[in-house]
């Protein structure tokens, strides 16, 4: 197996994006702006062969421009939002097999916060790349979709293997992780967590799958719902994220 590496780069103000090094190619998820991606690649001598499209909002693909006139990669994205993104070069669909920077990829489905976003899971990597699905502690507001959709979508990303990487596309910990508290205040996995964040020990994202199943409230929505007074997982999920947004 081709030795991984995944390099978690900052761009704009909070968002994430990230380079996944394989069998010689690099493949990017997101472009929220080209210079810092540019600098990422430079610095360590890559070029750039694929840039992968969570979904079609200005803060995930504005760099792509720059990026295809100084690298060439190629860019993949969703068939079923590929009338709002930048022209691709290979559309996929859920549940189709891919690859990226050489490694075999699955495109899940993760509608919700926009019909069509997909997140990118890469087994030998142990990562997926999740954009603004499942994020570090939270998971993205919904516009476009409804509370039963992005349930749905979670519960797809909760299925990968626990040690999976959540590579998501911004850095909400402190909104995120308040709201936390608030509703699952005697957690102590997740105090921990934000106690290490808070210290510098560790970023907030990304994190594996098993953290945020620990620490995640919308993860957590089946054992919060009797506290809620909720029947049953998906109604705790639409209050929670329901709360979240007046938070």
């Known amino acids: 197996m081709s030795q991984t590496e995944i390099v978690t780069i900052r761009c704009l103000r909070d968002n994430y994006a990230y380079l996944l090094r394989a069998n010689g190619l690099t493949a990017l998820f997101d472009a929220p702006e080209a210079a810092p991606i540019l600098d990422a690649l430079a610095e360590r001598g890559w070029g750039l062969d694929q840039i992968f499209l969570t979904h079609h909002h200005a803060d995930h693909i504005d760099g792509v421009a720059e990026l295809v006139a100084n690298t060439g990669a190629k860019i993949v994205g969703a068939q079923a939002d590929a009338h709002r993104l930048p022209a691709l070069d290979v559309s996929v669909s ?16 993760v509608s919700g916060h926009t019909v069509g976003h997909i997140a990118v899971h890469v087994p030998a990597a142990r990562a997926a790349f999740t954009g603004d699905s ?3 502690l939270g998971c993205g507001r919904i516009f476009e979709g409804d509370p039963a959709m992005m349930w749905a979508s979670l519960q797809r990303l909760n299925a990968l293997p626990a040690e999976t990487l ?3 596309g911004h850095d909400y910990c402190a909104g995120n992780g308040a709201f936390a508290l608030s509703v699952d205040p005697d957690n102590a996995a997740l105090a ?13 994202a990304p994190a594996t799958l098993a953290e945020e199943r620990e620490t995640n409230p919308f993860l957590r929505a089946p054992a919060l719902a009797s506290a809620l007074g909720v029947p049953d997982a998906a109604t705790a999920f639409a209050e929670l994220r329901a709360m979240k947004d007046r938070f």
Do not use: N
């Open 94 to 109: 859920p549940g189709a097999a891919t690859e990226a920077a050489g490694l075999p990829a699955q495109i899940i489905d």
């Open 134 to 136: 499942l994020m570090a």
């Open 166 to 168: 959540i590579c998501s």
């Open 192 to 204: 921990s967590r934000l106690q290490a964040v808070a210290s510098s020990a560790r970023p907030c």
